[in-house]
Each structure stands twice: as structure tokens, then as C-alpha cells.
């Protein structure tokens, strides 16, 4: 006990050496112990009682409420240990939700949340992780901001944006759609210094081209979740130039073909192109189970040029860009169940290309973690830099967590 004592010390140490404050570096380790240190509940006055000598609760709330020091700084620390520590091969972007019972908390709001799977009282948070199949960290944040929220939105709720300034929302904090606070938090990331090998997210990012233009234009390789419902043309497919009359503009080069749905191009290929791939060991349910087994179904890839809004076709090259098209299709249903959309080379063999996408089961072991035991989700204060402060400190406690099982487990992929 003692030897991890001292592993969280010189953690801490690292982590916080930005601070030009003691006492600024003296609570921020002792918030992150009592984060770790058994205990149903996570929010300050619990954990002042468990931290002992440590257990100022007032000095604990203002440090984490009040005091002014920039959540960034340790973010940028915490991503540069973890990606070396874990040899990350992608970074993954997804959002969940902190329910709340009352509405005085900083962009709390009735909107759909995954952790509830309904629309219900919370907040949402968008974080983006390093990620291996080994081992995964939450290394950035943003707290997103419903237009219910902004003065400037026409869906602005006047009694919201009159609490915006007890919240300590900046000013400038505005409504920004999800998929563009993922953008703007690979930028930061990278600004770090942190290399991106790799986006990983779900259909709630992958479906919107914005989204994947801007990984793109980025020069980013992503694997993303899309609805079956977007639209592709065969690998295949060449435009042609409609017959011109000799008069007005000569016409655009168009498919002479309408473009297909990504489930009906999967259906047309056939349950003779899935492939059986096994991508990864994953824990067996169940009461009375140990041990581990490999996860396993049948896929599809395809490489189709997907059409729709917000595809940018060149000046010199008229064809849609290509892309991969994977769907799952296990073999005892009767369509393919689920989709990605990747711009990885084509050479890219079929079980990497599994792997990579589904990489973001990653993203929920964090989830499960951060939130089952270093609290996530008990965060009472109702201030926006607070909400940063916590979620900050608690991704930094989880990535301890990591650093000791990688330590002493290097292979092991069970929960830390």
C-alpha cells in the first residue's frame, strides 16, 4: 500500500507541476486520492471524511469550485503520459450524460442521453480518449451547452440564460453541435502535440458529414459509425456528361445511376461476402463464468463512394471520393445489423479494419469505470469551471488506475 502511495505522489507531482501554487498542488492530489480511496459516494463532503488529515472540506470545495487554475494544463500532462503509456493507436470521441434531479446546474436541460437511453434532466459531456486494445484514458472534456442555454440561439429559455452567470459560464460559451466540440478537441489535443493516429467514434458523430469532412480536411484517418440509411454509389460507378444541346451551360457530370443506401449495397453484395473475423477477447457474461472469450461475427467491406450532402467532389476529379463501407452481419440475421465508414487505405486487411472500428468498446469500459467507482457522475456543485475541475480530476485518478494495472499487468484487460 505504501509503494502505491508513493506511485500516486510522484503522480500527482507530474501532473500538477504546472501549479505555481502549494496549496493549489496539495488539494488537487488529495481530491484525486479520495477519488480512489473506497467510498459509495464521490462528491466532497464524503470524501473529506475518508481523506483524514487531508479532509478540509472547505478547502476541497473551493479547489475544485472556485479556485482559478486551467483545466488544460493538467489535460495536456495527463495525454502526454498516457499515450506513451499506452501506445495509442486512435483517439476516440463519444458524449454521457450526468443526471441531474433539479435544473440550477450549469446547461442541465431535458435532452436525450445514451446513459438513459430517453430524454430526461441532465448535463452532457463530450470526451475524447487514447486508446489501445489494452487500455484507454479520457484525456480531454466539454460540457455541452444546449441552445437553451445561449442568448444568441431563438431557442433561448429566459430563465436559463439569466443563470448562466451564477453557473460561471463564460460569456463567449455558446451552442456548438457535438460532432463540432469533437473537432475543436482533436485540434487542442494535437496543439499538444499528440499524434492522431486514428478517430473512432459512433453514429452519433459518423453521421454527420460536417463531422467527417472536417477529419478530413484535418488529413485525419477516421472509422466511423453511420446509419444504414446514407447513400453510396459502387466503387465502380463513373459519371458521365449528360447530351448537351448546344445551348446554355453545358451540364454537370452526373451518375447515370441513383445512388443506393448503404443496407441495400451491403444486401446487393450478398451473405457470401461476409467474412467471419474475431476482433478481440472480451469477459463472459453471465453468474459462475470466468475466464474470456474471443468476440466474433461476420462483416461485409465494400469500397463504394458515398453521396449525399456535404461530399466535396474536386475540380480535376468529377467521381466521388472512395471509402470503405463495413457492415456487420452476423450469421443469424437475416440483414446486416450495423455500419462504418472509414477512409483507410484500401489495401487495409479485413480484420484491421474490424478491429479499428470497433475499437470503441473502449469508450464505455472508461465510462463504466469512471462512473461505477471514481464517481464521474457526483459532481453537486452547479458551476461550469467546477464541471471541468471534476471531470478533469476524475479522468486523472482513472488513468492512475491504468498506469498501476499496466505496471504490474501489462496484458490484463479486465477492469482496473
Known sequence: MAGVREDLEAFAAELFDGFFRADQRRWGQAYVRGLLLEGRRKSVEPMAARLGEDGNRQALAHFITSSPWDPAHVRARLAWRMQDAIGAEALIVDDTGFLKDGDASACVSRQYTGTAGK?????????????????SAAVNWRLFLPASWDPTSPEADPDKVARRSRCGIPAQAGHVEKWQLALDMIDETRSWGIEVPLVVADAGYGDAAAFRLGLEERNLPYAVGISS???AHPAD?????????????????????PAQTMKDLTIAAGRTAARPVSWREGSRPGKGQSGFKRMYSRFVALRVQPAGRGIRKTKDTPELPERWLLAEWPATEPEPVQFWLSNMPSGMPLTTLVRLAKLRWRIEHDYREMKQALGLAHFEGRTWGGWHHHVTLVS???AFCILQRLAHHPKDTAPA
Open 119 to 135: 430524454v430526461t434532466i441532465c448535463q452532457v459531456g463530450v470526451s475524447l480518449h487514447v486508446a489501445h486494445d489494452h487500455a
Open 229 to 231: 440509411r446514407h447513400t
Open 237 to 257: 460507378a463513373r459519371p458521365v456528361r449528360p447530351a448537351y444541346a448546344g445551348t446554355g451551360r453545358p451540364p454537370k457530370m452526373q451518375y447515370p445511376e
Open 396 to 398: 486523472a485518478a482513472h
